[in-house]
């Protein structure tokens, strides 16, 4: 069975046709307006470049990966209004939901904002009785103005889900239509953090049930029948209407795929990858084939969430960086996706990393005669600076001393030198342009919990974690047979009684064959 | 008279306070948005200078007090903040002058704000402390042989416990520890109350202003594109000691304390040399290539060697680019009965206190 990944970035949209580990076709377009416009012509282009393969017969998925609800958040575009039903008086009333959120980004999502009793303690216990009058109330309320998104946050709720879920049925007999966010099934531990994410996951429901309809036409459109998968941020994949509800988990797709692409490409599972685009060099930790995720608060469109992420460091350096004050400031401007018109081995007039590159003899590209004037220093210099620009991005991504191999993708990882102090290899693979979309085609279904237990041996607390890690891998579209953990770490947490341990597991499984 | 804070202040606070926090304290950033959505819906908090105060003022010692962790999801706000004191005042039968923190490293800075931005009390410039440190017997009332009672213990809930009289501060901080568990690891407090001849006899004084001074020049450095690490030194008194890169990070929970190490590795200057910190919530010693170069009472702070922000012990890790500064410690701390509370033995570590900057033990 065959297998379609695309990737839809900011630049290009990449779709390649994978069947039995190999890269059968592989392209890039532009990305347009329309998403949706530009998958469907990498769709129709990917059929007919691979025109009278077999493989074209026997497409069992089409996996995308976008970057369309970053976007939406960032451009303050597309997004619903959002009433928040938070559950934790008489705790927390000082801080309610959207503050410290940016004005402009508040303005378009702030719907309305209801804080009523309820909530839990770390340990399980009752905080204090859930208001279900109140929550009715306040249900009423959200039905009155109109707000059709709500999203619902309890305290301690990642511990323990009965205050947000039972606050969701009242919503509900309320409100039939409302679509309704819970923070447990985004967030972790950190209720604004979490709030935030569950709010931004509300807002853009809309666009994302729009979005999937118009890919699912897409595809429908290229004669393609196939079930449609969308990429989430941890390099697995949820079947589209999954996606519809959570599309927060669908972030930061675009460099886990890279991340993702590289590992299966390369065949290291354990291994750093450093991508080089033509603005910016994303770098990144594999373990066990996936990324490593990050522990910390991640901002995005200048919101505080937690939430599952890749842990990834990014610099302002890839193949359109712009080269000044001869060759002594490297960026942070770039021609990005006009490096075919403006750099100067294409005859235009800014000196970019891409020309110090083709003047070193890295490459091949362009016209080499163009930068063949470069003086011999500049360019020494300054891809002795790039290199070391690299090198320090890779080292600060490690996590401890010990030598790693260090898988290089991307349009401009010629930048990326073929010694570095800690690397035991630089690996350089074929396809590594359209790693992205080679990540998207193979990606599995995850599950994952982190809660913390205390009161319970720490065996049973890591059984009872993958059990349920295993029923949401289930949920989301994984064949049970498959599933297998892939991460269990629990850390002791300080202060508190009980031998109280905070547990996070993620298992991971294939995708159900689907009938039909 | 008592001055207003502007809001551009509070921002300055929370980073000058994050770097006095030695590495502990909290982070306090939800406890500054409270106090900004204050300034924001139009309230202001009068600052009074430890010398206006009246000898028989009485002022409010006040903190937030549990796991860290729990403050993430039961954050603290200003009606609870104020809670303890109420309480406290019933009490005693008469009303406070004024409230003060117990401490000014992390996020307690704000906690006598909090008080101030829900009952218009003016916030005493001074705190019990000058720093961050993880018991109640370590600040300078505790080791000027004041009294530790009564001391109210607040919850969320209408929960409260006043603790009339204790035999020692120890004890009374094992028995607040027990009632803070019971409150879900988060408690605000009402310490002892302190007249205002002890506050300016026995406090840390303009510890604010000092707090604040340090985040205006950190940013102030950073607009100007100048080294913001040099310019804490510069602003604080303090000293340069070590900058490389975190090389190993061990953590380990004891006895509801975050305890551990981190070893750097030279860069620049440093190219060669090691550096290790022992940390128990805060740092408390340094050691460059095996040697004892600085201990707990000075100020241990570890800062991103580029952005110039101070890294608290939960959140280092691997790679990272930091600068290691030591800022004076308070007088009161370097006296015998200080050392007894805070110096390098109070830690376990088994070696005489030596201030890097020559300030040796009164």
């Not at chain 1, 905080?127 to 009058?133: H, Q, W, Y």
């Not at chain 1, 599995?444 to 065996?459: L, M, N, P, Y």
């Not at chain 2, 551990?260 to 460059?288: H, K, P, V, Y």
């Amino acid at each position: 069975m065959s297998r379609i990944g695309i990737d839809v970035g900011g630049t290009n949209t990449d779709a390649v046709l994978l069947e039995g580990g190999k890269v059968l076709a592989a392209l890039k377009r532009p990305t347009t307006v329309d998403v949706a416009d530009g998958v469907r012509r990498a769709l129709v282009d990917l059929v007919a470049t691979a025109a009278g393969h077999p493989a074209l017969g026997r497409i069992e998925a089409v996996m995308i990966g976008t970057t369309h609800f970053t976007n939406a958040v960032v451009e303050r575009r597309h997004l619903d209004r959002v009433a928040a039903l938070r559950i934790g008086l008489p705790a927390n009333a000082g801080l309610p939901p959207f503050i410290g959120w940016p004005k402009d980004l508040a303005a378009a999502m702030r719907g309305s904002v209801h804080m009523v009793g309820g909530g839990h303690e770390y340990d399980g216990r009752v905080l204090v009785p859930l208001g279900r009058g109140a929550v009715r109330r306040e249900a009423e309320r959200i039905a009155e103005s109109g707000i059709r998104s709500v999203a619902i946050t309890s305290v301690f709720s990642p511990l323990t889900d009965a205050c947000e879920r039972e606050a969701a049925d009242i919503v509900r007999e309320v409100m039939p239509t409302a679509r309704i966010t819970l923070s447990h099934e985004i967030g972790r531990i950190g209720l604004l953090e979490r709030e935030n994410a569950a709010l931004l996951n509300a807002g853009l429901q809309g666009l994302a049930q729009r979005t999937a309809a118009a890919f699912v036409r897409a595809l429908r459109d290229s004669g393609i029948a196939a079930p449609l998968y969308l990429t989430q941020n941890d390099g697995t994949i949820v079947q589209a209407a999954v996606a519809e509800r959570h599309p927060v988990y669908c972030f930061a797709s675009g460099p886990t795929n890279s991340m993702r692409g590289a590992a299966f490409l390369s065949g290291l599972a354990d291994a750093l990858v450093v991508d080089v685009g033509g603005t910016t060099t994303d770098v990144g930790s594999l373990k066990g084939g996936f990324p490593r995720q990050a522990n910390a608060m991640v901002e995005i469109g200048g919101v505080r969430t937690l939430f599952r992420m890749p842990d990834l460091i990014s610099i302002g350096l890839g193949g359109g960086t712009e080269i000044a004050d001869d060759g002594r400031r490297i960026g942070p401007g770039s021609v990005g996706f006009r490096l075919p018109e403006k750099a100067l081995c294409f005859g235009g007039d800014t000196l970019t990393a891409t020309d110090i590159a083709v003047a070193a003899g890295r490459i091949a590209l362009g016209e080499p005669g163009l930068v063949g004037r470069l003086p011999g220093p500049l360019v020494a210099d300054s891809l002795l600076h790039m290199e070391r620009m690299v090198a320090e991005v890779v080292d600060r991504m490690k996590t401890d001393a010990a030598p790693v191999p260090l898988i290089a993708v991307g349009g401009g990882s010629f930048l990326v030198p073929d010694r570095m102090e800690g690397v035991s290899q630089v690996v350089r693979i074929e396809h590594h342009a359209v790693a992205n979309a080679v990540g998207a085609a193979i990606a599995q279904v995850s599950g994952e919990v982190d809660r913390i237990f205390s009161g319970v041996e720490r065996d049973a607390a890591l059984e009872d974690a993958r059990r349920e890690a295993t029923r949401r891998a289930i949920e989301a579209g994984a064949d049970a047979n498959s599933v297998q953990t892939l991460d269990m770490e629990d850390i002791p947490i300080a202060y508190l009684p009980g031998n109280a341990r905070r547990v996070r597991v993620r298992v991971i499984g294939e995708i159900a064959r689907l009938a039909g | 008279m008592p001055r207003f804070l502007d809001s551009e202040e509070l921002d300055l606070l929370a980073i000058g306070a994050w770097i006095l926090g030695t590495g502990g304290g909290g982070s306090p950033y939800a406890s500054h948005l409270v106090a900004r959505q204050f300034y924001e819906d139009g309230g202001r908090i009068a600052l009074l200078d430890p010398d206006e105060l009246a000898d028989d003022d009485v002022v409010a010692v006040v903190s937030t007090m549990g796991a860290p962790l729990v403050f993430q999801e039961r954050m603290t706000d200003a009606a609870f903040a104020l809670k303890p004191v109420r309480i406290m005042e019933a009490f005693l039968g008469r009303p406070f002058r004024a409230v003060m923190t117990v401490e000014i490293g992390g996020c307690n800075a704000f906690q006598p704000l909090l008080v101030a931005a829900a009952s218009g009390l003016p916030v005493v410039d001074a705190d019990a402390m000058g720093r961050a440190y993880p018991e109640a017997q370590m600040q300078t009332f505790s080791i000027a042989g004041l009294q530790m009672a009564p001391h109210v213990v607040s919850d969320i809930r209408d929960n409260d416990v006043i603790i009339p009289t204790a035999s020692g501060w120890q004890e009374m901080e094992r028995v607040r520890r027990k009632v803070c568990t019971e409150y879900g690891s988060v408690a605000t407090t009402c310490q002892a109350p302190r007249t205002g001849a002890e506050v300016k006899r026995h406090a840390v004084l303009r510890s604010l202003s000092q707090a604040i001074a340090l985040g205006r020049e950190v940013r102030r450095a950073k607009t100007a594109h100048e080294d913001p690490v040099e310019a804490t030194v510069a602003a604080g008194g303090g000293k340069r000691l070590f900058t490389g890169k975190v090389m190993d990070v061990q953590r380990r929970t004891t006895e509801g304390f975050l305890r551990g190490s981190l070893s750097l590795a030279g860069l620049g200057d440093d190219t060669g040399a090691s550096f290790d910190i022992a940390f128990q919530n805060e740092f408390t010693i340094g050691r460059r290539d095996g040697a004892v170069i600085v201990t707990t009472p000075d100020l241990i702070c570890v800062l991103d060697s580029i952005s110039g922000e101070a890294i608290g012990t939960e959140s280092l890790r691997y790679g990272q680019r930091v600068t290691v500064i030591a800022l004076p410690s308070q007088p009161i701390h370097r006296s015998a009965e200080g050392l007894r509370h805070v110096g390098p033995r109070a830690f376990g570590h088994d070696v005489d206190f030596h201030s890097v900057f020559g300030e040796e033990p009164a």
